[in-house]
């Protein structure tokens, strides 16, 4: 069974930093690509990231590109994302997910408010 848990959200002033976790279980991390994606308050979901099975690709959503960075560690089955410079318009609930585009199997979800 696919078990993916996020961790890290909070509450962070504009322009702060975040960084958050998922740990995953349930299959096999390292030759799986992964996502990451979020849904703000009363819309839909929104595309934020893939990374390639080993890390070496990455692409970004434009509305997150130079700020946010994708990565994995493959011996401890974690998939992470920095958020920096963060927006008021990035406050949402974030959840990674098995495969690219984030449309397989997610998680909870970790929420991020960005607020003064």
């Known amino acids: 069974e696919v078990q993916l848990v996020e961790s890290g959200g909070g509450l962070v002033q504009p322009g702060g930093s975040l960084r958050l976790s998922c740990a995953a279980s349930?299959?096999?991390?390292?030759?799986?690509?992964m996502s990451w994606v979020r849904q703000a308050p009363g819309k839909g979901l929104e595309w934020v990231s893939d990374?390639?099975?080993?890390?070496?690709?990455?692409t970004y959503a434009d509305s997150v590109k130079g700020r946010f960075t994708i990565s994995r560690d493959n011996a401890k089955n974690v998939l992470y994302l920095q958020l920096n410079s963060l927006k008021t318009e990035d406050t949402a609930m974030y959840y990674c997910?098995?495969?690219?585009?984030?449309?397989?199997?997610r998680g909870q979800g970790t929420q991020v408010t960005v607020s003064s």
């Open positions: 349930g299959f096999t991390f390292r030759l799986n690509r």
């Open positions: 990374i390639s099975t080993g890390g070496a690709s990455t």
């Open positions: 997910s098995k495969g690219s585009g984030g449309v397989g199997d």
